[in-house]
């Protein structure tokens, strides 16, 4: 049975590892993990980590040995640019033990959008790519990303991540989707936490998160059902929405 | 010599760890990382890593206990709610290898807020604290964070996480700051990539980041010159502006 056949069990797991000081300084607010986080949860593959580390080879070497052999895929993002800094390239081909250099794909492909001229050394340095690895086209900017075994390595930029990850997405495998529903309880979460407890001990295949927040008119709780099989998903809500009304009505709420 | 000594060259580093299914799922998206990572570096505290991991006990710990080893500080968002998903007290306790058990400065917090029909047994999960532990106080929901070792243990709602933050910064050991100034090149970034790598060369103490941006103009590169040592800040900076403005005349751009 194919991972892909609708009702296979198969599970797809994910890693992402962000590279750049720019985050850990705070200089830079990250918007690719939110971003992939749910990309990844509507086409079926479920994301397990997230790691972000600094512009150093041999952190980022670790990490991404530590990532790939444990999950099914892991994506990549920063680090693939013209300057010095960006060392994503190499750390890659160090952590895969391949050479790395101009690859000739990734070279026709900067020279559609740079004049001989332009296509300095810095910008050459975009084009290196470790061996045996697949070219990931960039239709901003042109800079290939790569895909080398189960890691893909994409820009850091979100318009171009973004748009690399639509080149990306239709080639995964994936697994039977996670599906979701929310109840918002108009109840304090520390009013449900027992009741929540039981019907999370009585739905074991179901995933039961309860997230507190402050509507319109206080505090407040969304619970959030989360399962591979519909039926045992409307079950859960069912028994959820069922707490819900009956807490309220002892907490003398209108209905 | 004193690490909060000015002048002293002790370098005090730190990982987020972000716990929470919610965020993996991409359901909700992160605000903690870019705050903390902001906040830290404003007083001096290195941030290195970060990771999101889920709601899962042995993952939480094996984190937990990567990064506590290898970092002086571990901050700690997220699962310390009154519901059955928050789950993020007994993982600590576990990675300390401590017991856990309600702590009686945590319930007289909780009955601040809490009558003693409310403090049902969810709430008083909230009071669960791994011995040897201190607590950090919760100005808005009174549900205390805690510290135990090197590790800082806060809610993951951001307003109530800031909170936190703020109670602890001060009792925090810091380090030099590393400070940090930026030049906006009105350059590609492929154009300057080869000189910035040989000024980055030639200040080896500097840290020289090249982060690509769309002006109004178009494309553009903001280079960010860091270092702990004012003097060679200044005179990175320094060679980064002449080499801007030697690239600017070359391609023919106005000064």
Chains 1, 2 share one sequence.
Request: proline share 5%; net charge negative; hydrophobic share 45%.
């Amino acid at each position: 049975m194919s991972a892909n056949e609708p009702g296979s069990a198969t599970i797809v797991t994910a890693a992402i590892l962000v590279i750049g000081d720019e985050i850990l300084s705070g200089r830079t607010k990250d918007k690719n993990i939110g971003y992939i986080a749910e990309y990844l949860t509507n086409i079926g593959v479920d994301l397990r980590e997230v790691r972000v580390v600094s512009d150093v080879a041999e952190d980022i070497v670790a990490a991404l040995n530590a990532l790939r052999h444990r999950y099914t895929y892991v994506f990549t993002t920063g680090g693939i640019g013209p300057t010095h800094d960006d060392i994503t390239a190499d750390a890659v081909a160090a952590a895969f033990g391949v050479t790395i250099d101009h690859d000739p794909r990734a070279v026709a492909m900067l020279s559609e959008r740079f004049s001989p001229a332009e296509l300095n050394e810095a910008r050459m340095r975009m084009a290196r790519i470790p061996a045996g690895a697949d070219l990931i086209a960039n239709a901003i900017s042109k800079a290939p990303g790569f895909h080398i075994g189960n890691v893909y390595v994409m820009a850091g930029v979100p318009s171009i991540m973004q748009a690399m990850l639509d080149v990306i997405g239709p080639t995964l495998r994936t697994g039977v989707k996670m599906l979701s529903d929310t109840a918002q309880a108009g109840l304090r979460e520390g009013d449900i936490g027992g009741s929540l407890a039981e019907i999370a001990k009585a739905h074991p295949d179901v995933s039961i998160g309860s997230y507190p927040f402050w509507s319109q008119t206080g505090p407040d709780t969304n619970i959030v059902v989360r399962s591979r099989d519909p039926e045992k998903l409307l079950a859960a809500m069912a028994a959820v929405k069922a707490m819900i009304n009956s807490e309220r009505q002892r907490l003398g709420f209108s209905k």
